[in-house]
T-cell receptor, first 112, second 113 residues
């Protein structure tokens, strides 16, 4: 089955700096790659997603890039703010109707 | 629109007991998925239901089971609880079975003593 690896497991950045989280997936048939943010005491919430026919997608301070050849995708957060502190999960899905497989998560701490 | 509701939010059980967790999806959503979240293993997929049918199943022992009712509400059951079953159990719903946003509840935190 699909396997998603996520690095780093923890990331500490100074407010205003950028944060980058990287994920690799194993199944070349995967074509949907969402990113979820989980704040303390809450369930994960979708922040951005990308499909395999797109190489990059941006939404304000958040961007995701996808390299299908290398089977990896990354989340970039620019101008980090304290409210960006949370656990971030990447995920991959093979096709409609298949399960979503999550990476192990990255705990991001933005220091003021 | 109300979000995904999970009950109970917290519960404590002892080894050997069983537990039933409930999930009410967002109105109109027919797909419900369950995930187990532990510090060491991240988010592990348990199963997904759509229109009362189990569509996908993760790699968990048969002690873990679930079902979905005609109103899309779902329950999961864990029998013969083990210490390692202590986790946050998350339910997520979406409108259909295609790829798209999963809407998560806040989870049911199970502690097994």
């Amino acid at each position: 089955g699909e396997n998603v690896e996520q690095h780093p497991s923890t990331l500490s950045v100074q407010e205003g700096d950028s944060a980058v989280i990287k994920c690799t997936y194993s199944d070349s048939a995967s074509n949907y790659f969402p990113w979820y943010k989980q704040e303390l005491g809450k369930g994960p919430q979708l922040i951005i997603d990308i499909r395999s026919n797109v190489g990059e997608k941006k939404d304000q301070r958040i961007a995701v890039t996808l390299n299908k050849t290398a089977k990896h995708f990354s989340l970039h957060i620019t101008e980090t703010q304290p409210e960006d502190s949370a656990v971030y999960f990447c995920a991959a899905q093979k096709a409609a109707g298949n399960k979503l497989t999550f990476g192990g998560g990255t705990r991001v701490l933005v220091k003021p | 629109k109300a979000g995904v509701t999970q009950t109970p939010r917290y519960l404590i059980k002892t080894r050997g007991q069983q537990v039933t967790l409930s999930c009410s999806p967002i109105s109109g959503h027919r797909s419900v998925s369950w995930y187990q979240q532990t510090p060491g293993q991240g988010l592990q997929f348990l199963f997904e239901y759509f229109s009362e049918t189990q569509r996908n199943k993760g790699n968990f022992p048969g002690r873990f089971s679930g079902r979905q009712f005609s109103n899309s509400r779902s329950e999961m059951n864990v029998s013969t609880l083990e210490l390692g079953d202590s986790a946050l159990y998350l339910c997520a719903s979406r409108a259909g079975t295609g790829s798209g946003e999963l809407f998560f509840g806040e989870g049911s935190r199970l502690t097994v003593l």
